[in-house]
């Protein structure tokens, strides 16, 4: 592989490549193994794969934030390593919340927020990264934050005083979206049978 090659083909190509190969490979798995243990395999490789991008862009973020003058490319890299950083958060809470029998409380702790919001901070850092031209961050971006943010805002507050029950609506998936190759419904282990 050239590294310094920018053609487009080479990102499509290992885009395609990946999901091809994680595609044939759950495929195959998925066929003998019940989806909550699918669930607990790809949440450790999840985990694993935002591990290596924090690592590895990790040094350079570090150096960015101490920075007196951050280059442009500066508030990508930190953004980038926040949303995996999140990302791996994420995914080994879900790990233990499986592993642990799926304890409605765990669900509803306090240590979810700090980090789902990482990746918020992390959005902010990509909208307002200075343009390459002007050195400014673009109109549209500015705009797009706020309307974004503004809207969150508005849609949080409605859900809050709605509280609506999706549950029915949900129930009418589950022929779509449950064990898809019927390899029983065994619950993750540890938990209790419903």
């Known amino acids: 592989m050239i590294y310094n090659d920018d053609r487009p083909e080479q990102i499509r190509g290992a ?5 091809l190969f994680l595609a044939i490979v759950y495929g195959v798995i998925n066929a003998f193994v019940p989806n909550s243990d699918m669930n607990i395999a790809i949440g450790v490789l999840q985990a694993a794969a935002a591990t290596m991008v924090v690592y590895i862009y ?52 306090e240590i979810y927020a700090p980090i789902r919001l990482l990746s918020v901070v992390a959005a902010v850092l990509h909208i307002s990264a200075p343009g390459a031209v002007d050195g400014v961050v673009p109109r549209k971006n500015r705009l797009a934050m706020g309307v974004g943010l503004g809207g969150a805002v508005l849609l949080v507050l409605a859900l809050l005083w709605s509280r609506p029950d999706i549950g ?27």
């Open 15 to 19: 885009i395609w490549l990946t999901v």
């Open 168 to 194: 029915p609506l949900l129930e009418r998936t589950r022929p779509y979206i449950s064990d898809f190759f019927q390899t029983g419904s065994a619950a993750a282990p540890g938990a209790s049978p419903a």
């Open 58 to 109: 990790g040094r350079d973020a570090w150096a960015a934030i101490r920075a007196k003058q951050p280059k442009r490319t500066d508030f990508l890299i930190v953004g980038i390593v926040l949303a995996w950083l999140s990302t791996d958060g994420q995914a080994i809470l879900a790990v233990i919340f499986r592993l642990s029998g799926m304890p409605a409380w765990f669900v509803n702790s």
